[in-house]
């Protein structure tokens, strides 16, 4: 089940308080200031900063 529109209008990055967008899967939500993606689980976002995945200059996941 994919994230609600008004609920994806009102959320912001928990850091930077910038905007958020959904991934293209609808998995997760996406600070390109930050470089974080916010994973979504059972329709939840889970916005919490140390949980957040930490992206490279492509916007894509960083390679351990």
Do not use: F, Q, W
Not at 20 to 38: P, S
């Amino acid at each position: 089940m994919a994230i609600e529109k008004e609920l994806l209008d009102i959320l912001a990055c928990p850091k930077c308080k910038g905007n958020l967008k959904l991934t293209e899967k609808e998995d997760g939500l996406v600070c390109a200031a930050c470089r974080l993606l916010y994973e979504i689980k059972d329709s939840i976002p889970v916005m919490i900063i140390d949980e957040a995945t930490p992206l490279d200059e492509n916007l894509k996941p960083r390679k351990p």
